[in-house]
């Protein structure tokens, strides 16, 4: 029951380096989410993938890129990271991009940027 | 904007009592809404969902209501145990989207 596995689960990074998120369900769910979580604000939505084959923005897609790699993979990348991008990140998944179905959480990945 | 607002950042009680936990959204109205429970160093897990139609929703010692008047809902956790601290989340559907917006939670401490 491994439902919705990140990695890696800590990471150090340099302001300027590059790095990909990665995110696998076996849940055989159609949409895919990348949240980043900041003290004080709540997870925010970075970009969704609602079916294999599409992305979109969320509320705060910049300085990131997304891909759906297959149904199971979705992966989010910094392409030059920023001391403004540590945070946590949280990927989820759900059967479809409904408000009425529950969305199932990774345990995240801690990422800070120096 | 939409906003949503939950009651204090932190709320202690003692073992045995009923929690009650808030939130309050503005300038929109949810057709659903989510409540989760995120423990420290995990990510959150699904709770409950109820409907803009329906005022109550329950599952064991879990009560939800959902007052689209107040624009508010309450989470309810009776007969409460230390096994319940944890940080409680709200998530109403996003208005024009179908992608859900969180509050910042409520930080939930169950004093044995």
């Known amino acids: 029951n491994a439902g919705v596995t990140q990695t890696p689960k800590f990471q150090v990074l340099k302001t300027g380096q590059s790095m990909t998120l990665q995110c696998a369900q076996d849940m055989n769910h159609n949409s895919m989410y990348w949240y980043r979580q900041d003290p004080g604000m709540g997870l925010r939505l970075i970009y969704y993938?609602?079916?294999?084959?599409?992305?979109d923005k969320g509320e705060v897609p910049n300085g990131y890129n997304v891909s759906r790699l297959n149904k199971r993979e979705f992966s989010l990348r910094l392409e030059s990271a920023a001391p403004s991008q540590t945070s946590v990140y949280f990927c989820?998944?759900?059967?479809?991009?409904?408000?009425?179905?529950?969305?199932?959480f990774g345990d995240g990945t801690r990422l800070s940027i120096l | 904007s939409q906003k949503i607002e939950q009651n204090s950042e932190a709320l202690n009680i003692q073992e045995g009592k009923t929690a009650t936990l808030t939130c309050n959204y503005t300038?929109?109205?949810?057709?659903?809404l989510q409540w989760y429970r995120q423990d420290p160093g995990r990510g959150p897990v699904f709770l409950l969902l109820i409907r803009e139609n329906e005022k109550e929703k329950r599952k064991e010692r879990l009560k939800v209501t959902f007052d689209t008047t107040l624009k508010q809902s309450l989470f309810h956790i009776t007969a409460s145990q230390p096994a319940d601290s944890a940080t409680y989340l709200c998530?109403?559907?996003?208005?024009?989207?179908?992608?859900?917006?969180f509050g910042t939670g409520t930080r939930l401490t169950v004093i044995p």
């Open positions: 993938s609602a079916s294999e084959g599409t992305t």
């Open positions: 998530a109403p559907e996003q208005t024009g989207a179908n992608n859900l917006f």
């Open positions: 989820a998944s759900s059967e479809e991009n409904t408000g009425h179905q529950p969305q199932h």
């Open positions: 300038n929109y109205s949810p057709a659903y």
